[in-house]
Structures are given as structure tokens and as C-alpha cells.
């Protein structure tokens, strides 16, 4: 068994703490898209950042590759042991360590995550924002820069991360960034880890900037005969000044699909979902204002939700998009697409995308969060059938390349992991080689989550 000698010096400081069973092991080598499972050979389970900084320690020096886990949500294979070694779980990690209210921070651990860190706080007045629908760790998210349906209001894990705790592939524990709204004290090492996808240090602590509840939330959701007017609502809605909160795009396939799962009867148009977080009165004004907008573009159908029942509904409607899309067709995988734009590059982006999924014979529900010039296609492609795959693959990077050609980036919110790596040459040039010279100096030997982003000598 490879790394045998590792997995037995860890086993004495964590005991059954480290789990070698099949079940353990498959449960993390599976994940959301349509990667092949990657078990690793064992799977830590550390509970203080000393832990995590031992079990670091004890692979570098037998040279066995680590891999962080937060709930295994991520959409191109990052958190797969694709060269084996030990995967370290950090969901005991989990605890709300202090919540600074009058600054409007929160000190956690990475394995808790983002719903449970709302309900912790919601006596409080205040809340975590980045929202990427799936109930993923505040570590993962912050690893994968994640962002979601908030992030045109409140920005991404980019904007709300201050701080972090990390522990390096020498053992070394760090700290980066501060209690201070701002800072020009040298280099931004928290912005260098938030993104790293575990590649250049393990995450173990994080303070996040938080922000007050609103007052009052409206949302609605409306239809358009095409989705150019959908998204000129949104460019104008922009222009105007007027703050979303969220503003999600969806094309009639994803209406589709969400009538098919919800029992809902949209029309099978083009629609947008939005919501405006404010005072009783900024909120309603707000929504007024949207609505003359739409009117201008021929939206129709408009309908709010003005219960908090009928705003939870719909935006869980939203958030269960992805498993919708996959019942869509009963047995596909789904291969998510995740590019970004500038804003006013967004329909030609979109139109064309359109055009060449229905060039490609396969079914692909788009989805964005158009405020920030992000959209996903989710091409549902049969289990087994390696021509779709092969088909879905060449689409994919096609709209990649589009993303570029358009001044925009081959993906807005999901990362690299393994999935994208391929790609990364194409969007940074010379840039992608400064991030392997980076990885080469905080991890010699590529023992942290090896494969995905760079290679150590690519
Ligand atoms: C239905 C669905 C909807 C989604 N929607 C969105 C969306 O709208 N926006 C969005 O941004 N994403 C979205 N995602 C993707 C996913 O939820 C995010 O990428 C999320 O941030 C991953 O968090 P996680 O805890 O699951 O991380 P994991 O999948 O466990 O890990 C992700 C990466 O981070 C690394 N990592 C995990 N924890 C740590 C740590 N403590 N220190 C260092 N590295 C670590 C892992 O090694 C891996 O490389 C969606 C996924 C699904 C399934």
C-alpha cells in the first residue's frame, strides 16, 4: 500500500480519527460534476489547527500527498485525491470561535458551514452574504473564492474574507490579513489563499466581514419574450443605480426544468429573478423603479413574492437548480460551465453559447448571476456515453475561449481544480508560470492537493 509509513505514524496521534475503511474512503473520492471517484487512502479527521499543522508535517516528510475537504461541493473535481494520500475532513472544525459585533466580524473555523454560521448569528442583526446555494464550508468557500446569487450586492469571499490562520506544507502556522478594515502592511497573503483551493496551505481559521440585515426584502420574478431584453433590463437596471441584491437570469430550458421540479407553470421564456434588500420604504422604492425598467423591456408575467414563505420558495427553487437540471434528465451527469464577462459582452456571450448548444444536439439549461456577468450552462450528458462527453467538453472550452475573446475570465465563482487546469495557459500566459514559481516556493515538493491549478514543475 503506498504511503503506509505515513498513514501509520498519523494513526498514533489521531487513532480512529483516521479512517481507512472503503466507505470512508469512496465517500471522499465522489463529487458533484461528472469526474471519475478519486478515493485517497485515508481520511483525517483533525479537531485544533496543531492537528492539522502534525498531520502536514508527518505527509511532507513521507512525501504523501494532502488533500483538504470541506462538504466536497465543488464543481471541477478539487477535492479529489487524484494521486491518493490523505484527504483531511475539517467538518469537526466547526465552531463559531467569536462574533465582533460591533465590527461587524466573525472569527470561525473552516469546516463550519455558511447556513449554520447564519443561524448562529441571527439574533444578532447580522449575516454572512456570499451565498453559492449549496450549504458549503465557510474553508471551501473561502479556498475556492466562491461567490452566488448575493455577490452583486455584497461581492464574493474575495471582498468578505479579512483575515485567515493557515498551515503550510512545512507544518508552519500563519496568520494573514487583520481585524482592520483595510491594510498596507506588504504583501496580500490573504488574498493569495483565498483561491488556492488548498494548493498552497491548509486553511484552519477565518474572519469574515459581516453585514446587517436588511430591514425589508422584496423579491420577484418575471418573464421576457427574449432573453436580449432580459438582460438589457439588467445592463439599464445597472446604469441606473438602482441596488440588487440578487438578479439571477434563467433561459426557457431552465424555466423548463424548474416547472418540472417545482410544480410551478412559468412560461417557458426567458426569465430574470430578483431581489432588493433595504428600508421598508428604499426596498418598495427600489422594486418600483425595476419594474418600470422591465415594463420599458416588455417583461410580463411580473410576480412578486411578498411573504417571506413566497421569498423562500423561490429562491429555493433557485438553489435547487442543479439537482433539477440532472432529474431534467433522468441519469445524466451534469458538466457545469462557469464563464464571466463584462457586462455589456453578456448577450452576445449568452446568444452564442445558445446557439452552439442547440448546434450540439444536447440538452443545456443556462443560469447566471447576471449582475456580475456570470452565467453557467449545465450540459446533461448520459452516464457512460463518452460521445456526449467528448461533445459537452468541446462546448465547454469553446465557451471558454469566448470568455476570453470577450475580455472575460473561463470561470467566474467554481475555480480550476482539475477540470479547468488545462485552460489556465490560455487565460494567464506567462502569468500561470508565476503562479507555479509561488507554488514551488510554499510547496517544494507538491504535496498539497497536487494536480489541481499548477503543477509544481509544469
Ligand atoms: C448545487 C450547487 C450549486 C453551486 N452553486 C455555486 C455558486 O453559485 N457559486 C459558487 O461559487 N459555487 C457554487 N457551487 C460550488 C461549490 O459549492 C463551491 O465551490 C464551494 O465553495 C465549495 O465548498 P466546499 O466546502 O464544498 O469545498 P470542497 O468541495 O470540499 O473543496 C473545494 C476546494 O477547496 C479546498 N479546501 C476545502 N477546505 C479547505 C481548507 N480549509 N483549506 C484549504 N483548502 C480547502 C479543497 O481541497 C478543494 O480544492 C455550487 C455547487 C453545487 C453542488
Known amino acids: 500500500m503506498p504511503h503506509d509509513a505515513a498513514l501509520a505514524e498519523l494513526a498514533t496521534f489521531l487513532g480512529d480519527r483516521l479512517a481507512r475503511s472503503k466507505a470512508e474512503r469512496d465517500q471522499h473520492g465522489k463529487n458533484e460534476a461528472w469526474f471519475p471517484d478519486a478515493p485517497p487512502d485515508a481520511v483525517a479527521y483533525p479537531e485544533t489547527t496543531e492537528e492539522v499543522a502534525r498531520i502536514v508535517g508527518t505527509c511532507a516528510r513521507h512525501n504523501c500527498p494532502v488533500t483538504a475537504w470541506g462538504t466536497g461541493t465543488s464543481l471541477e473535481g478539487h477535492a479529489l485525491a487524484i494521486r491518493g494520500g490523505v484527504t483531511i475532513d475539517l467538518m469537526r472544525m466547526n465552531r463559531v470561535l467569536q462574533v465582533r459585533a460591533e465590527d461587524m466580524q466573525a472569527v470561525v473555523q473552516p469546516g463550519l458551514t455558511r447556513e449554520a454560521l447564519n443561524t448562529d448569528l441571527r439574533a444578532t442583526g447580522l449575516m454572512f452574504s456570499v451565498d453559492p446555494g449549496a450549504d458549503a464550508s465557510l474553508g471551501g468557500m473561502a479556498a475556492t473564492r466562491a461567490s452566488g446569487t448575493t455577490a452583486v450586492r455584497y461581492g464574493t469571499m474575495r471582498d468578505n474574507v479579512m483575515g485567515l490562520e493557515v498551515v503550510l506544507a512545512d507544518g508552519r502556522i500563519i496568520r494573514t490579513g487583520s481585524g482592520a478594515r483595510k491594510s498596507s502592511a ?16 491548509i486553511i484552519t ?37 438602482i441596488p440588487m441584491a440578487r438578479i439571477e437570469f ?74 433539477a437540471c440532472l432529474a431534467f434528465r433522468p441519469g445524466s451527469l451534469g458538466l457545469v460551465t462557469d464563464i464571466c464577462v463584462p457586462i455589456s459582452r453578456l448577450a452576445q456571450a449568452v446568444r452564442e453559447t445558445r446557439a452552439d448548444i442547440a448546434a450540439s444536439g444536447l440538452t443545456g439549461p443556462i443560469l447566471g448571476h447576471v449582475g456580475d456577468g456570470n452565467f453557467h450552462a449545465i450540459l446533461l450528458i448520459e452516464r457512460g456515453n463518452e460521445a456526449e462527453l467528448k461533445t459537452a467538453k468541446a462546448l465547454a472550452r469553446k465557451m471558454a475561449e469566448r470568455a476570453l475573446s470577450l475580455g472575460g475570465t473561463i470561470t467566474g465563482e467554481h475555480g480550476i481544480g482539475f477540470g479547468k487546469k488545462d485552460l489556465m495557459a490560455m487565460e494567464h500566459g506567462e502569468a500561470w508560470e508565476v503562479m507555479a514559481q509561488i507554488k514551488r516556493a510554499l510547496d517544494p515538493d507538491g504535496i498539497l492537493n497536487p494536480g489541481k491549478v499548477v503543477e509544481v514543475n509544469q
Open 250 to 323: 434563467l433561459d426557457e430550458t431552465a424555466a423548463a426544468v424548474f416547472n418540472a421540479a417545482n410544480g410551478t407553470a412559468l412560461p417557458e421564456k426567458p426569465h430574470l429573478m430578483v431581489e432588493f434588500h433595504g428600508s421598508e420604504t428604499s426596498a418598495a422604492e427600489d422594486a418600483k423603479r425595476f419594474g418600470e425598467v422591465v415594463a420599458e423591456m416588455g417583461g410580463a408575467h411580473f410576480d412578486w413574492a411578498t411573504t417571506t414563505e413566497d421569498r423562500n420558495r423561490l429562491w429555493k427553487m433557485r438553489h435547487g437548480a442543479y439537482p
Open 205 to 241: 481559521e477565518l474572519t469574515l466581514k459581516l453585514h446587517g440585515q436588511p430591514e425589508a426584502i422584496s423579491a420577484a420574478v418575471c418573464a421576457f419574450e427574449d432573453f436580449e431584453a432580459a438582460v438589457q433590463t439588467v445592463i439599464t437596471t445597472i446604469q441606473m443605480g
Open 186 to 201: 506588504g504583501y496580500d497573503l490573504t488574498g493569495l489563499f483565498v483561491g488556492s483551493e488548498g494548493t498552497l496551505g
